[in-house]
């Protein structure tokens, strides 16, 4: 007997990144990596003040200057360009945007706000002639935290909003007063979330051409959306889009930072429009850290109120979101929309109320940072739970198990106004408590404890809105684009497919994830199929990567495409077999005639009769092609379980991770190893958010963590392997039921690692510490709680200072 | 003032003028056209530039080119011969050491003057030898296996 073995199924598979190859070898092309005949450099001069008048600026000196072949200001881009647009306009939030110019007009509102551009024959010579502008500042008084910027009497950024707030948005649901006044128990946080520098490895840039004899338009760009960035272009330049070609080619990373159009990008496409030469610029990490969006930065007052068996009643919060000192391409929508809709989480609460004040301070406009407004939610609630249980003397699982929204399929309404789409939040918790073994390592953390040593175990739980669309739903919110993806399949005669795509993928590998998905959908060999993306001309339209929506609507727009094909392939099949079309059935890249497997054709065979179009049915076009526009029914919700364990050396206050496991459900993965990678990236830059990292302004606006030798980024040397596990829990409105990973492990991992520091410093009554935990903090921490005493080891138990 | 410089990149010679100030990593990216070579910053922080200098692992952001005249060096380019992959190359390509890439030829670099010295290294001794190179992608734990699963292919020979 023989036992028909299936093929093993590309979908699902974690076959290897057909990105590699050029990205080993060093022959990909990244923008900075781009020359072309005649190229000529930018460097821009940026505001050494966090907030001043331009009272002159005299550029004679650099302009005469060797090799320099033009510096233009402000004044020379009058009648060129136009300020740069806020693209998310929150209605009902009374929002003030203010003129943002590409380079300053009167005022400079942060350290390392443009002033001047110098263009010269070589990047060393635009640098040295920078040195020979002079500008003439009258220094200004400056605000650099959000919380005191909208109090009275602070520093005033711009005209049109005297108070320093941006916009005001309100999110309620159910009575959350009354569950205050009823409440057994309250519970109250101050959080700082501080802001942290994207740092993707790739700093921004641009390779500007524009051809004067035809006004036409090319950008190479460090984009995570080109598509958005021609549009946006073309605004402020006022160069057709027919006319305007975006190219991201190889993009060295994103995470949030390359959404936005900052003022580089426009001020190189202004000299090469003025001097009708190509200009590159490229950010030296110094100056990326003043001039590309930062994330995060909000001070958050939060009260939850509860039942003394834990029961949450009411979660009220106000929060103050630093936006720097203009409002970036998206980043009202960011701790708004991305954040206050996703204040109950994985909970069933019945009452929630949040305040958000967008406020402008002197320092680097905020945007979105992997997770965008996400983890800012999901740490707030992660932490009032871990202090109910801790107030009610409850374990933290067990306050959340009371709270948890028990398993659906197809939709469940939360408080908030959301429909999420599908959730096991007790099957993923379930999981990783069984991996971790729970209560015996509760049970050695009370041994260690009796030892004199501090471990600490944080748990948190989270469910994310990502696969941003619908459009519709954009809309209403006030963001002014669509959010659908588009994808085009295209069979060649010999059967080879190659797919445009309008998202932008850089570094998640959508070239392979795409490829599996046309391959597991049509039959054909996944070494057959090329995926096409990041080059406006050659591309169909698409929103960008961002919001992990690239595989959630981009390849629900690819599904959507191929089974368009298929329907196509089918007919011709039928045509070309002389059966009915009912009579016609599918198995792996083959259609024949049911019951008579030797009839057949393969999607090769109708890609080649389509193509040559010897014999196509009556009306049938020729080709084989199909282009689908997907717009999502609803967003999806990945969700998941994490777990941290931490020891605290209370002589030094050193945190030390000791395991991280992290249970994720995307829903199906098409490559579960590019999965494991998105998680264990997320996760780190989460872990780096609770423990080093931090951008840091002194009180007059300047930017003390200025370089990557002051900003603590995470090093290998630093962490634990990532423990990764998922549950499968498809998105019932999906094509193929996929969720989303880019952004769970940053979502979940900052509030985990701190619930677990907060726990091994139990004995000390701390209750909370500003992040980033560094050694310093946790020893004041300790000390402090010492000194308390209540119960806590005397101080001499500690060893010397 | 310019100085005349003769530095061998991947077996070949370059000759060329230059200004004294001039940084290897800008000489190999833009004098000799070889931008495999990547940078990521401007204090010697994050490793992207990394390339073997005579055979030890430099940053090459750190070092004047004229420094580097008469010396021996191989970047990226110079590591897979006739389309063919080298085994620590091939290996971050097994176990999905990179992401974006713009950190792996430094990465790849490093590497390989690790198992020059350390031909079997454990885990610890990786993270170790790489905490100059710096990755916002990976997380580094897939780079680790990248790493070890290089060592095993070479067969502990350097
Ligand atoms: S570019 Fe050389 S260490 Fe960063
Ligand atoms: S793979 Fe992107 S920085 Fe390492």
């Given amino acids: ?801 | 003032m310019k100085l005349p410089v003769t530095i061998t990149i991947n077996g070949r010679a370059y000759q060329r003028e230059i200004e004294p100030r001039l940084l290897l990593v800008h000489f190999l990216r833009d004098m000799a056209g070889l931008t495999g070579t990547k940078i990521g910053c401007d204090t010697s922080q994050c490793g992207a530039c990394t390339v073997l200098l005579d055979g030890v692992a430099m940053k090459s952001c750190t070092c004047l080119a004229a420094q580097a005249d008469g010396a021996s060096i191989t970047t990226i380019e110079g590591l897979s011969a006739d389309g063919q992959l080298a085994p620590i190359q091939e290996a971050f390509w097994a176990k999905h050491g990179l992401q974006c890439g713009f950190c792996t030829p430094g990465m790849v670099l490093a590497t390989r003057a690790l198992l020059e010295t350390t031909p079997q290294p454990t885990p610890e001794q990786i993270r170790h030898a790489l905490e100059g190179n710096m990755c916002r992608c990976t997380g580094y734990q897939n780079i680790v296996r990248s790493v070890q699963h290089a060592a095993n292919m070479m067969g502990g020979r350097p």
């Fill in chain 1, 1 to 801: 007997m023989t036992v028909a073995v299936e093929p093993a199924r590309v979908f699902g598979s974690g076959i290897r990144r057909r990105e590699d190859p050029r990205l080993l070898t060093g022959t990909a092309r990244y923008t900075d990596d781009i020359v072309l005949p005649g190229l000529a450099h930018a460097a821009i001069l940026r505001s050494p003040h966090a907030h001043a008048l331009i009272m002159r600026i005299d550029t004679s000196r650099a302009r005469t200057a060797p090799g320099v072949l033009g510096v233009f200001t402000a004044a020379d881009t009058d009648g060129i360009l136009t300020p740069i647009p806020c693209c998310w306009l929150l209605p009902g939030s009374k929002l003030k945007t203010t003129p943002y110019h590409p380079l300053a007009k009167d005022a400079v509102q942060y350290v390392g706000d443009p002033v001047a551009v110098v263009v010269a024959e070589s990047p060393y010579q635009a640098q040295d002639a920078l040195e020979l502008i002079d500008v003439e500042y009258e220094p200004l008084p400056a605000v650099v935290d959000p919380q005191k910027a909208a109090q009275q009497g602070a520093p005033a950024l711009h005209a049109e909003a005297p108070d320093n707030v941006a916009f005001h948005w309100t999110v309620t649901g159910g009575d959350v007063d009354a569950a205050f006044k009823c409440a057994d128990v309250i519970v109250r946080e101050r959080i700082v979330q501080q802001r942290l520098i994207p740092n993707a490895m790739e700093t921004r840039g641009a390779v500007a051409q524009f051809v004067p004899a035809t006004g036409e338009l090319t950008l190479w760009n460090t984009t995570q959306n080109p598509h958005i960035v021609r549009f946006v272009m073309s605004l402020v330049t006022g160069i057709p889009e027919d006319r305007l070609r975006v190219i991201a080619p190889e993009v060295g990373g994103g995470f949030g930072s390359k959404i936005a159009q900052i003022p580089g990008d426009f001020i190189t496409v202004f000299c090469s429009m003025k001097l009708g030469r190509p200009v590159k610029w490229t950010e030296t990490r110094t100056e990326n850290y003043q001039s590309t969006t930062h994330g995060r930065d909000h001070v958050q007052e939060v009260e939850l109120a509860a039942t003394r068996d834990g029961r949450v009643t009411g979660l009220r919060c106000t929060v103050w979101a630093g936006m720097g000192g203009y409002l970036s391409t998206a980043a009202p929508g960011i701790p708004t929309i991305l954040h206050g809709l996703m204040l109950s989480g994985p909970y069933t609460i019945p009452a929630v109320k949040e305040d958000v004040y967008g406020v402008y301070t002197n320092t680097t406009p905020v945007e979105a940072y992997r997770g965008a407004g996400r983890p800012e939610a999901t740490f707030m609630l992660e932490r009032m739970m871990d202090r109910l249980a801790d107030e009610i003397g409850l374990d933290p699982v067990d306050v959340r198990r009371r709270n948890i929204i028990p398993p659906f399929q197809n939709g469940h309404d939360v408080i908030t106004g959301l429909k999420y789409d599908s959730g096991n939040y007790e099957g993923a918790l379930a999981k990783v408590l069984e991996h971790v073994s729970y209560d015996a390592l509760r049970a050695e953390q009370k041994a260690a404890r009796d030892k004199g040593r501090y471990i600490g175990i944080g748990v948190s739980l989270y469910v994310e809105i990502c696969g941003l669309g619908p459009s519709q739903v954009a809309g209403a919110v006030g963001f002014q684009g669509g959010l659908w993806e588009s994808a085009i399949v295209r069979f060649h005669p010999s059967g080879k497919v190659n797919v445009f795509i309008g998202a932008s993928p850089h570094g998640q590998g959508e070239e392979t994830t795409f490829a599996q998905i046309v391959a597991d959908e049509l039959g054909v060999a996944v070494t057959d199929v090329k995926v096409v993306h990041g080059d406006t001309d050659a591309t169909p339209m698409g929103w960008g990567t961002y919001g992990s929506r690239t595989t959630a609507v981009g390849g629900a727009a690819l599904a959507i495409a191929t089974r368009k094909i298929k329907d196509k392939a089918k007919l011709l099949a039928s045509h070309l077999l002389e059966a009915a079309v009912e009579d016609i059935d599918y198995s792996s890249g083959r259609f024949f005639v049911r019951g008579v497997p030797d009839r057949h054709k393969t999607i090769q065979d109708i890609a080649l009769m389509a193509n040559v179009a010897w014999n196509m049915p009556e009306g049938m076009e020729a080709g084989l092609e199909a282009t689908s526009f997907y717009d999502p029914p609803n967003f999806t919700y990945p969700f998941g379980a994490h777990v941290a364990v931490v020891e605290v050396d209370p002589e030094t206050g050193h945190v030390t991770l000791k395991r991280y496991v992290a249970v994720d459900d995307c829903g199906p993965q098409i490559n579960p190893v590019i999965v494991e990678g998105q998680v264990h990236g997320g996760v780190v830059q989460g872990i780096g958010q609770a423990l080093w990292e931090e951008a840091v302004y002194d009180d007059t606006g300047q930017l003390l963590t200025g370089s990557l030798a002051d900003y603590a980024i995470p090093r290998a040397d630093m962490l634990p392997d990532i423990e990764v596990l998922s549950t499968v829990t498809p998105s019932p409105h999906h094509p193929l039921g996929v969720k989303g990973i880019g952004e769970a492990g940053t979502i979940a991992s900052t509030c985990t690692v701190y619930n677990a520091v907060i726990d091994a410093l139990e004995p000390f009554k701390v209750q909370s510490v500003r992040m980033p935990l560094t050694p310093e903090r946790v020893w004041r921490a300790i000390r402090e709680g010492a000194e308390r005493g209540a119960g806590a080891p005397p101080l001499d138990t500690l060893g010397a200072p």
